[in-house]
């Protein structure tokens, strides 16, 4: 066992008016497994690149093990996998690699292959296999369970659970119930660390919330009360400094010597009063703090002319030469909430796609109703470029909804202005949920809406399907969400 110690970390990036770390204190255990969670934008990942040494800082960091990050750069994914491993773990013992393989499910006939030909899970097993080889190393986990399907992540999550020294960044409920023992919060006004799982941090974190709610309510009643009494005393100071010049009572002349040194007294006394009353006001606003808003959304869906949307019969998708599903078939009738799930590979977003009518390579029959408009969120969200003012008249959306959205989704002002491409990940699909929120349609088609979103965001989303009950058609990877959400299940 080791410890890393923070010290007064404090951290803003060049040219913000904020930090976003301001004098951060932790000692951490490094046989910890700890999950990191927050809001999107909060900076969990800024925080793991300032314990890797990227950025310059005030404060310290001190500890006695190396910090290794997840997922590891792989500059040429035409290298075969053997030699993918060789650069991330130098000194290494060829059977612990092959026993770190075999607890992932992986075949070790992988090594002999292309990393690029590898599946997103076959990947991300591989790098965490060859990461753990590391001795002396404290591992940094960036959201591995991205694109993984509900099967491979049990199976890391297993292999996370049997493993000990890392903090892992996810917002898959499940996933970090299955494998922290740690929680490593960035609040609205500091970090913190409690000992767990995310289940029963977050328990603690709504009672906690509760008990903030009613400190809140007097607090604001006290600091109401100390500004009345500041702006009384203030106006006290001046009516003073007018006894001084002889204002008070026009037209009497005053002994402007004993008045002037009486009033300075006066005044400096109640300067001394406005002054603790207005530290008392500060103070107290500081302890208005880590209650985390999430407020309700909506959803205006248009009602469609018939209660079967869509049916696919007998449906079989091809690429080339290989068949990613055969014989699929299923109806969509208002209101339902479809799931569609399988492993990684079995055609999910191939039927994501043909059910929005893109042109897709298939046999058998889809029948969609005739005038059936459709919202649609992509996987990818590379292509968002410009401002979010220019995103909504390019999508002939509401302007006003759509920021009203976003706040909602814990969105700053501050972000409005800013050129999306600069957005973290979860901001970016927060982004396109909120578009097609904001859409006049008869039906919503998701592929994995909740990579990279937060997990109170992801509840808020929870409660809007539940509330409005919409026609749905989703893919995800998070069992929790899938749990509550789903109506209908499709396995592939």
């Known amino acids: 066992m080791s410890l890393i110690n923070i010290t007064n970390l404090t951290f803003a990036y060049e040219g913000s ?51 290794d990050y997840f997922p590891f750069p792989v500059k040429d994914a035409g290298e075969l996998t053997q030699d993918v491993v060789n650069d991330i773990c130098l000194d290494y013992v060829e059977w612990e ?33 060859a990461l753990f080889l590391k001795e002396d190393s404290f591992l940094l986990i960036d959201e591995p369970t991205n694109h993984l399907d509900i099967e491979a992540r049990k199976i890391v999550g297993d292999y996370l659970r049997a493993k000990r020294g890392f903090i892992l960044v996810s917002h898959d409920r499940s996933f970090l119930d299955r494998c922290v023992d740690h929680i490593l919060s960035i609040n609205k006004t500091n970090i913190e660390v409690q000992r767990g799982n995310f289940s029963s941090w977050w328990a603690n974190k709504q009672m906690q919330d509760q008990f903030e709610m009613g400190e ?21 100071s001046d009516e003073v400094e007018k006894t001084k010049n ?13 008045v002037g040194h009486k009033a300075a007294k006066m005044m400096k006394r109640s300067k001394a009063i406005e002054h603790r009353q207005q530290a008392a006001v500060d103070e107290k606003s500081k302890l208005l703090k880590n209650i985390e808003t999430s407020e309700s959304l909506k959803l205006s869906q248009l009602s469609y002319h018939r209660s079967r949307l ?77 401002n979010l003012t220019e995103y909504a008249r390019d999508h002939g959306i509401d302007e006003s909804l759509f920021k009203a959205i976003l706040r909602k989704l814990d969105f700053a002002r501050v972000q409005f202005e800013k050129e999306m491409s600069a957005f973290s990940g979860g901001q970016k699909k927060k982004v396109l949920i909120a578009r ?29 399907l539940l509330e409005y009950e919409p026609t749905i058609v989703f893919v995800e990877h998070d069992r929790e969400f899938c749990d509550h959400i789903a109506t209908k299940t499709i396995r592939l």
């Open 97 to 129: 690699l092959i026993r770190e393989l075999s607890l992932l499910k992986v075949s070790e006939d992988v090594l002999d292959r292309p990393f690029g030909s590898l599946s997103e899970g076959e990947r991300t097993k591989v790098l965490l296999a």
């Open 216 to 236: 809140n309510d007097k607090l604001r009643k006290d600091i109401k009360r100390l500004s009345e009494a500041s702006q009384r005393t203030s106006h006290w």
């Open 310 to 386: 869509v049916e696919l019969e007998g449906v079989s998708i091809r690429y080339g030469e290989k068949t990613v599903c055969s014989d699929v078939g299923f109806v969509i009738e208002k209101g339902d909430r479809i799931a569609l799930t399988g492993r990684n590979g079995s055609g999910k977003s191939s039927l994501i796609k043909l059910i929005c009518g893109e042109p897709i390579d298939y046999t058998g029959t889809v029948r969609a109703g005739s005038q059936l408009k459709v919202s649609y969120v992509s996987q990818d969200t590379s292509h968002l470029r410009g």
């Open 17 to 67: 008016y904020d930090n976003i770390f301001d004098n951060v204190n932790l000692q951490l255990d490094t046989d910890w497994k700890l999950g990191l969670t927050g809001r999107n934008g909060r900076g969990k990942t800024t925080f793991l690149n300032l314990l890797l040494g990227k950025y310059e800082h005030g404060g310290r960091i001190s500890a006695n093990v190396g910090f």
């Open 436 to 464: 097609s929120l904001c859409e006049q349609v008869h039906m919503l088609v998701w592929d994995e809406p909740l990579n990279f979103i937060d997990v109170i965001s992801r509840m808020q989303i929870e409660e809007l």
């Open 246 to 258: 002889g204002t008070r009572n026009s037209g009497s002349k005053v002994d402007k010597g004993y």
